[in-house]
Every structure is written in structure tokens, then in C-alpha cells.
């Protein structure tokens, strides 16, 4: 089967072809066709269903051409790998819808709009509001908009009972439970088929906190997940990371620090250093904010009301 689509002029072509062809490599290596491309013609060659395919890529692909003036390589990837999927042949049922991220509460809602407006935005709140969620969410979005050239995936490696020591495998076998959370978010969003594309392609880095030290992240979505378990040195080490055209949400629940001994959460005393400083939002979520199941809503209040009797009783113990 042969199909022509004429494009409006050699602009419109060179965008569309991308640098080298790279975007016109990346439609027929995913979608099985030939593709002969001459000024503003492009030629496509191969099976009815492939043809058909490359040319709903290439719809899609000039349709935001024509409405922006640009194409980002992200959302070029993000077209055509989500048609390349229907070439494998995969049986119904093995595609992930991605969820909707529609704030549920106001809480969710100031969290959103917070991120939209600012660069550095901490989410505070207890287990289930959201936190993590609503920002990957909101980085994969400005992702495929072209907004941020990746996503930066980061959480401290800290223990919880368990020691490292004493699990199984290499380093990365070890890090690897503790980034598993991060995955679970992204999986919300998108295939684990295409978040390995993404990883791959380098759009997506998914790392221990350790790793950032002497980097600088820029035209990049940063997430740092479980906050209340940095130090306050890695907090500032952190932060200072942002380079140009960057983004920060860090999120945490400072119920629920691991951190050893008599360290004190980085996340904890940020709230005090960072306090009024323009460009930088603290967003407080409570149980109210709780989308789990109804159950979780109720043990974070139950939890709430024995720490506050404990504090009341320790409190008359020293009177007496």
C-alpha cells in the first residue's frame, strides 16, 4: 500500500523531519514502513495496517505543527511510540489507561495551582493526599508540552527497619524497593513499556538523592519524594541542584521521619530557612485531603489523636 501526504512548504517539512530525519527514523522504525521524503512530500510504503498508522502519527504530528509552530522531541516520541504499541499486536486489555489527575479536594487543588505557579513547591502532608501523584502527574504533562526537557525522579535511601547490609543483590539491587514507588506513580501515567522508552531516551531518571551531589538540573521537572527523610544538608545540596527552566516539588510527611538517631529532617527545618522567600510555596495538605481508601483517612486521625494525647500526658507528667 502507498500513501503521499503533501506538506505546505520546505518549513513545514524540515520541522516535521526533524534534525537528521530523526522524527521521520522514528515513525518508520515504530510503525514498520517505508518512508521516502522529497522537498514537501513525504511517500509511505509498506502494510494497509502500518500505513494507516504512520499516517495517524503524521496527522497528529502536523496538527500540532499547524497549531503551535514547533514540535518538541518529547511529544514526536510520545505519538509515535503510543501508535507503535497497536503494531505489536499486544491482545486488548494490556494497555494502562492513564488516570485522570483532576484535583479531588481543595487541599489537591492549591497543590496543583502551586505547582503551576511557582518554581519550588513543598507538599507536606500525611500518607494518601496525593502528594506524589499530583506531582508526577503534573511532570509528565509538561513533559509531553515540551514545557521540560525530563523528568527527574529522586528519593532518599533510607532505612526503615532494614538494613541494606542485609538485602540481597548489587547496589542497584539494593536501591531499587526504594525507587519502586516512583515507578508505581509513572505507571499511573503511562505503559512501564514506555516508561522503560522514556528511561532509555533519557526523558525519565529515576535515582537516589546521593546521586544528585554536583549536578545541575536543567530544563528539567524535579521531584524529590520523601523529603522528611533528608538531612539538612541534603536538603540545601538538593535544592541547590535547580539549573535554567527548572522545576522543583518536594514532598514529604513529617509524621513519618526515618532518619537515625538524633538527625534532624531536612524537610522540618526548611520550612523555617525558605519561609516568606518569593518564588517558593509550602502547601499544607491534612487527613481531608486523604483520596485512599476511607480507612486510611481514619487511621492518620486515629494516629493524630493518641501522638496528641501522648504529648498531653507526658506534659502532666512533668507537672506533677
Do not use: W
Not at 249 to 274: A, E, K, N, W
Amino acid at each position: 500500500m502507498e500513501r503521499i501526504i503533501q506538506l505546505s512548504d520546505p518549513d513545514e517539512a524540515r520541522t516535521l523531519f526533524g534534525a537528521k530525519d530523526v522524527y521521520l527514523k522514528l515513525v518508520r522504525d515504530a510503525c514498520g514502513v517505508s518512508i521516502t521524503a522529497r522537498n514537501s512530500m513525504l511517500k509511505i510504503e509498506g502494510g494497509e495496517g502500518a500505513v494507516r498508522r504512520a499516517c495517524e502519527v503524521f496527522d497528529r504530528l502536523l496538527g500540532i505543527l499547524r497549531r503551535t509552530g514547533k514540535l518538541y522531541k518529547s511529544e514526536v516520541i510520545d505519538i509515535v511510540y503510543s501508535h507503535s504499541l497497536s503494531a505489536s499486536g499486544a491482545p486488548p486489555g494490556t494497555r494502562v489507561q492513564p488516570q485522570a489527575f483532576t484535583p479531588r479536594t481543595e487541599g489537591q487543588a492549591r497543590y496543583v495551582e502551586a505547582i503551576k505557579a511557582d518554581d519550588i513547591v513543598f507538599g507536606i502532608g500525611p500518607a494518601g493526599t496525593g502528594k506524589t501523584f499530583l506531582a508526577v502527574a503534573m511532570a509528565v504533562s509538561a513533559l509531553r508540552r515540551g514545557s521540560v526537557r525530563k523528568i527527574v525522579l529522586v528519593r532518599p535511601v533510607v532505612e526503615a527497619g532494614e538494613s541494606l547490609g542485609y538485602l540481597p543483590g548489587d547496589v542497584m539491587a539494593k536501591v531499587n524497593p526504594y525507587m519502586r514507588p516512583l515507578y508505581d506513580a509513572l505507571g499511573e501515567m503511562m505503559e512501564f513499556s514506555q516508561i522503560r522508552e522514556y528511561i532509555e531516551r533519557d526523558l525519565v531518571e529515576i535515582a537516589p538523592l546521593a546521586y544528585m551531589r554536583g549536578r545541575t538540573l536543567n530544563d528539567a521537572f524535579v521531584i524529590l519524594d520523601e523529603a522528611q527523610n533528608t538531612s539538612a544538608e541534603q536538603m540545601k545540596m538538593f535544592l541547590t541542584r535547580m539549573g535554567l527552566r527548572s522545576k522543583m516539588v518536594i514532598t514529604g510527611d513529617i509524621t513519618q521521619v526515618d532518619l537515625p538517631g538524633p538527625r534532624r529532617s531536612g524537610l522540618i527545618l526548611i520550612q523555617q530557612i525558605l519561609r516568606g522567600v518569593e518564588g517558593i510555596r509550602f502547601v499544607y495538605l491534612t487527613n481531608k485531603d486523604i483520596v485512599r481508601h476511607k480507612l486510611v483517612q481514619r487511621i492518620v486521625h486515629a494516629y493524630h489523636v493518641f501522638e496528641e494525647r501522648g504529648a498531653g500526658n507526658s506534659r502532666e507528667s512533668e507537672k506533677r
